[in-house]
């Protein structure tokens, strides 16, 4: 018996299109981060990119649970002596709505240059129009 091993050139990638208009913030980046890895396909593997492309709308609709938008801060640095700067939940999501669901989405990703192209297969809109039509969508309900 042979140990199948899937190969990225010969994996079809889908796209699917998720609304996150009222849905937690968490709960939603595990089942994206899930479609990006290809860890819902009989064919996964570990060291290969074998996910699908995932389209998110209504980004800046995602909800979070408890003090969560006043309590969670997101972190930077600039590089120089005492360049930390940090903004709160509630204050990113006015700012760039899209990127609350990407910081999520990336820490649930491989921290190495895998983890990095799967994130790039992530397409997040504030609005619910998307330039994406073309790739005829499928939707994904979670």
Do not use: C
């Not at 790039?120 to 939707?139: D, I, M, N, T, W």
């Amino acid at each position: 018996m042979k140990t199948f091993v899937a190969k990225e050139r010969e994996v079809q990638k889908k796209w699917f299109l998720v609304d996150a208009e009222n849905k937690i913030l968490g709960r939603l980046a595990a089942q994206i981060a899930t479609r990006l890895r290809g860890k819902h396909k009989a064919i996964f593997t570990p060291h290969a990119d074998t996910g699908d492309f995932v389209v998110v709308v209504n980004a800046d609709k995602v909800s979070l649970t408890g003090n969560k938008w006043d309590n969670k801060i997101y972190y930077r640095h600039s590089g120089y002596l005492g360049g930390l700067k940090e903004i709160s939940a509630r204050k990113l999501l006015e700012k760039k709505p899209e990127d609350v669901l990407r910081f999520a989405v990336r820490g649930m990703l491989p921290k190495n240059s895998l983890g990095r192209r799967q994130l790039k297969k992530l397409k997040v809109y504030a609005g619910s129009e998307h330039p994406h039509q073309a790739q005829q969508l499928e939707a994904l309900e979670i």
